[in-house]
């Protein structure tokens, strides 16, 4: 988990300019409360066998931020999730600038799958190079 979250903050400040870094990767202790959350939303809980929640924290410039995933995930899902919700999260506290910033356009870089890689691209010109964030040929399924 810890190198997936590396090699999503070394793609972010390439693409951004911006310095992101990782401040760690814990397990989460999800408690009672949790239990309580699920009653309350009448769900059920993921049975502990099936999930390892975790936090990876971030610094994007100044700014801290948490992303929870399950490290249970695959190397590739698990790149995936953590891109999704710090991009989502940096957005939001940058105004709506597009993060990761697409070259020349408007909108940000999108995260997408090229075989078994996983590659932020343009959503519109594919004449922009695609930087590489994970290859499940080349990284197995490691977590």
């Known amino acids: ?26 397990p989460v202790d999800l408690g009672p409360q949790t239990r309580e959350a ?7 809980l993921t049975h ?4 390892i929640p975790c936090a990876a924290r971030f610094s994007v410039g100044s700014v801290e931020h948490t992303i929870h995933v399950n490290a249970k995930d695959g190397f590739c899902e698990v790149a995936r ?3 999704a919700g710090l991009a989502d999260e940096v957005s939001t506290d940058i ?3 597009p993060f990761p910033p697409c070259p020349d356009h408007s909108h940000p ?5 090229r075989g078994a890689a996983l590659v932020w691209q343009c959503p519109r010109d594919e004449t922009h190079a695609p930087v590489l964030l994970v290859d499940r040929d080349k990284d197995g399924g490691r977590r």
Do not use: C, K, Y
């Not at 810890?2 to 793609?11: G, I, K, N, P, W």
């Not at 870089?109 to 799958?113: I, T």
């Open 38 to 44: 699920a009653i309350f939303l009448g769900q059920e």
């Open 48 to 51: 502990p066998h099936d999930a």
């Open 1 to 26: 988990m810890r190198e997936v979250a590396d090699r999503l903050a070394a793609s972010l400040t390439v693409l951004s300019g911006i310095d992101v870094n990782v401040s760690d990767v814990s």
């Open 95 to 97: 105004w709506g600038q």
């Open 109 to 113: 870089r999108q995260l997408n799958r």
């Open 81 to 83: 999730d953590l891109a």
